[in-house]
């Protein structure tokens, strides 16, 4: 009796945990399955310009639509495809389709928009990222210039100076590198100085905290000095209310992304976005 019911807890928990979250194996055969059939797709969330509240340009954010678990976030599965190399393709696939879907967009809209899109570490420093870049490009026919890519400071491991050289030749293309969240990682910011990135996205644990830590407050103060004084643009990511929005444009924060403003969105919903976000100009 006492072996049977052992018995049938253990499978009751072990089932539970099949629930909850992909076994390793199983989801790397999962996510080859997916790359063959085609069952990611991208949401976008605006961000938008902390003094006009103008949309000014939107971050693809991928999300796998599973046949049977539904809607898949980023972050249940982008770790793994890192560890088995799927990220290679996947991310190939972002880049392109996002250039795809908001080169389009655009040709429906009066002032472009700019996407950003983000690139895993290992996808960034792999020899051929630059190809896939300039191919991309042509491919779709976005303008460089409209194109922005997400870095966060875990490429500096791969030494700083090839990171420098490579954010340099896309600067010369036209394409914009961001800094991704940007404190969370042995961040210095003496990166501010060497890196030729256009802009630094504040980490949403620095936003979440601003009206409560005297010192955090601080710190997004200097980094927003600080990266303006090297000609950068920054943006705080994780905006859920009005007191964090007022605090960031107080400190004179370019440009804000948050659930306050918009959630990531189907593409669909994205096109029938007004230019401004109701209740996104300030004050
Ligand atoms: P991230 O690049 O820092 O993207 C911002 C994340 O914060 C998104 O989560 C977004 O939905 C969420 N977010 C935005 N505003 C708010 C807010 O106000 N409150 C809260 N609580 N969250 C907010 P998501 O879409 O789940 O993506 C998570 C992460 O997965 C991304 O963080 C990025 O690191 C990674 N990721 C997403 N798409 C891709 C991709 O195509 N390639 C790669 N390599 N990584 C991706
Ligand atoms: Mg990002
Ligand atoms: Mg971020
Ligand atoms: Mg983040």
């Not at 605006?46 to 639509?65: F, K, Y």
């Not at 996947?90 to 899109?117: K, S």
């Not at 960034?124 to 194109?147: C, H, M, N, W, Y």
């Not at 403003?261 to 004050?283: H, S, T, V, W």
């Amino acid at each position: 009796q006492a072996k049977r019911q052992g018995k049938n807890t253990w499978q009751w928990y072990d089932c539970q945990n099949a629930e909850r979250s992909f076994n390793s194996v199983n989801l790397r055969h999962e996510l080859h399955i997916a790359l063959k059939e085609s069952q990611f797709e991208l949401y976008y969330q605006p961000l938008v310009d902390a003094v006009t509240g103008r949309i000014c340009s939107v971050e693809a954010l991928v999300r796998w639509r599973h046949p049977v678990r539904g809607l898949v976030s980023p972050g249940d599965f982008i770790p793994l495809a890192e560890q088995t190399g799927q990220i290679i393709p996947l991310g190939l696939w972002v880049l392109e389709q996002a250039c795809i879907e908001i080169a389009d967009l655009n040709t429906q809209r009066e002032r472009a928009l700019c996407v950003a899109v983000n690139i895993s570490s290992l996808q960034f420093i792999r020899d051929g990222f630059l190809d896939d870049v300039r191919q991309v490009l042509a491919k779709t026919g976005l303008s460089p210039e409209l194109l922005e890519l997400e870095v966060t400071e875990s490429v500096l491991l791969k030494g700083v100076g090839s990171v420098i050289d490579l954010m340099t030749t896309l600067k010369t293309l036209g394409v914009r590198v961001a800094l991704d969240d940007f404190g969370t990682g042995f961040s210095s910011l003496s990166y501010l100085r060497d890196l030729p990135s256009h802009k630094v996205k504040l980490d949403r644990s620095f936003v979440e905290k601003i009206r409560t830590d005297r010192r955090i407050a601080a710190i997004v103060q200097s980094v927003i000095t600080m990266a303006h004084q090297m000609g950068m643009v920054v943006v705080a990511e994780g905006i859920e209310t009005q007191e964090q929005r007022e605090d960031l444009a107080r400190r004179h924060c370019d440009i804000l992304q948050g659930y306050l403003f918009a959630r990531p969105m189907p593409l669909a919903e994205l096109k029938k976005l007004p230019d401004f976000l109701p209740g996104a100009q300030r004050y």
